[in-house]
């Protein structure tokens, strides 16, 4: 790692969506815990002020966001060297919302992805063109932007569906620093999420593994559950002693799943097993089930114990917030200032 690098600011925001699956772990959560442990300064913050635009339920939302602090501690993220926090305990970034607001040009919201895909459904169906969409989902990049700025972010890892609020958040703080001819804002990167390679996991079924098709193996469940889902997964009609070629094991949804939790060594050996034949689905499955169970059996008693412990979760949140405010009250000073206001006190 050259030390430039390491002197770097690296943020994400995750917005509360449920619980996580094994191809949220191997596309997004893995390469975020290794990114923040590369990095000298890393924030990782709950979006629950992003989630309120569509989790308009006080119960669900209180849930979703412990879950969130629990899930990423129990997969390794080191709350000593990341600051983990929730968005809404940095009152500095709602007033940073304000003063983007005052130079960001309407079209810009206008030509949001997410506004322009909610519109076009909407037409599509017969609709308003702006049937269900709240002022909230029209500036989320304007809140977007503020999250990033606030931190004084070098780099923010996303999957390619974000790319364009970190365009904008770089638009926007180029818009103040060069109306009011000061440098508050630093202008971030972004690094694009590539997962193992940009591994996409398939599902039990064969297609993508997401929650919208419930083909997902979740990662905090118990062990007999975590079997029964293995044991789900769509084989062919092949026999035990057929061998395989080598272009149907990697295309083989159990293989693929293995390969992402198993060592190099294992995995050449479920691949030569294919090969040669003799290698039954049945027994592919146990090593899957063997080498998840290796990998989540112990996060999931962790993440159990957080979730057991609100009180604990509350303690390390409100920790990282203080620590958080410490720049966000830094740059939002500089930002008063620029524009003709006082400083915070
Ligand atoms: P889902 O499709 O289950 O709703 P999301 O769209 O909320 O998942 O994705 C959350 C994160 O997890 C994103 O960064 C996405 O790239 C990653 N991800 C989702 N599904 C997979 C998958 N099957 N394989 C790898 N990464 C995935
Ligand atoms: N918009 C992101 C998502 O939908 C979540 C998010 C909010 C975020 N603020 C952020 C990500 C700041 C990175 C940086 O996944």
């Not at 995750?14 to 772990?25: D, E, M, Q, R, S």
């Not at 970190?166 to 990167?189: C, H, Q, S």
């Not at 039990?204 to 007999?224: C, E, L, Q, T, W």
Request: charged share 25%; hydrophobic share 40%; glycine share 6%.
């Amino acid at each position: 790692m050259p030390a430039l690098a390491n002197a770097k600011t690296v943020l994400t925001g995750v917005k509360p969506t449920g619980a996580p699956h094994i191809g949220n772990y191997i596309g997004a959560i893995r390469p975020a815990v290794r990114l923040a442990a590369e990095h000298g300064r890393s924030y990782l913050f709950i979006a629950d002020y992003h989630a309120l635009n569509a989790v308009q339920d006080a119960k669900a939302l209180r849930e979703d966001s412990y879950q969130v602090a629990a899930c990423w501690l129990a997969l390794g993220l080191n709350p000593e060297k990341t600051v983990l926090y929730r968005q809404s305990d940095i009152p500095e970034i709602f007033e940073i919302v304000t003063i983007l607001s005052a130079v960001t040009p309407k079209g810009l919201m206008d030509r949001s992805h997410a506004y322009k895909a909610a519109v076009d459904r909407n037409k599509e169906e017969g609709k308003d063109a702006d049937a269900d969409v709240n002022m909230g989902l029209y500036t989320y990049p304007i809140l977007m932007a503020a999250d990033i700025l606030v931190a004084q972010t070098d780099i923010v890892p996303v999957g390619k569906d974000q790319v364009q609020h970190i365009e904008f958040t770089r638009d926007m703080a180029g818009y103040f620093n060069n109306t009011f001819k000061k440098p508050v804002f630093k202008l971030p990167n972004y690094q694009l999420e590539s997962g193992v390679a940009g591994a996409i996991l398939p599902g039990i079924d064969g297609r993508k593994m997401s929650k919208s098709y419930g083909n997902h193996i979740p990662v905090f469940i118990d062990s007999a559950a975590r079997r029964k889902l293995v044991m789900k997964i769509v084989t062919d009609s092949r026999r035990p002693e057929e061998p395989m070629n080598p272009d149907d094991v990697g295309n083989n949804v159990i293989f693929q799943l293995y390969s992402h939790f198993a060592t190099p060594d294992e995995t050449l050996g479920m691949r030569s097993a294919f090969e040669k034949g003799g290698m039954g689905y049945g027994d592919a499955k146990q090593q899957l089930y063997d080498v998840l169970e290796r990998e989540f059996e112990k996060p999931t008693q962790i993440y159990k114990d957080y979730m057991a412990d609100r009180k604990k979760l509350d303690e390390l949140l409100e920790a990282g917030a203080a620590k958080a405010r410490q720049v966000a009250r830094e740059t939002l000073s500089a930002a008063r200032e620029a524009v003709g206001l006082n400083r915070l006190k």
